[in-house]
């Protein structure tokens, strides 16, 4: 499959990419904070393409609505931009199965990246992301 390109003109550098957390994705920073962050695991996925929401064209509560125990972190579209990734919108229209969603996008990793180097990338949108909510784990 050919690497997808990167729309800069849909999805400016400053556009928040919101990712949803699982509660099993959250690790405990012990820094002068004590607080959580994401694992690197958020931005990892079996498919390589990761699915984000642009947060100019939906809610939290829309993204959040039937995930009660998962948080919400955000990430500029620059960051995965700047380690080689392309951003790309992917609404989601006339699904049998899903939603209609017209702030689904992705972020790609050229196809060719090994294993290593996608697991670098994830850690450092990890370090970049912010919190939107924050939801304490259920355990």
Known sequence: MPPRLDDRISIADDEDLWRRVNPLQLCFQRTENL????????????????????????????????????SLVALKASVPREIGCAVCP????????????????LICPNPDTGINKLKTMAKQMAMKATWVVLRDPPY
């Open 90 to 105: 992917d609404p989601i229209r006339g699904d049998a199965v899903l939603a209609d969603d017209p702030s689904h996008a």
């Open 35 to 70: 607080d959580w962050r994401p694992t690197s695991a958020v931005f990892l996925d079996r498919g390589r393409e990761l699915s984000v929401h642009r947060s100019s064209l939906t809610s939290v509560e829309s993204v959040l609505s039937q995930l009660p125990y998962h």
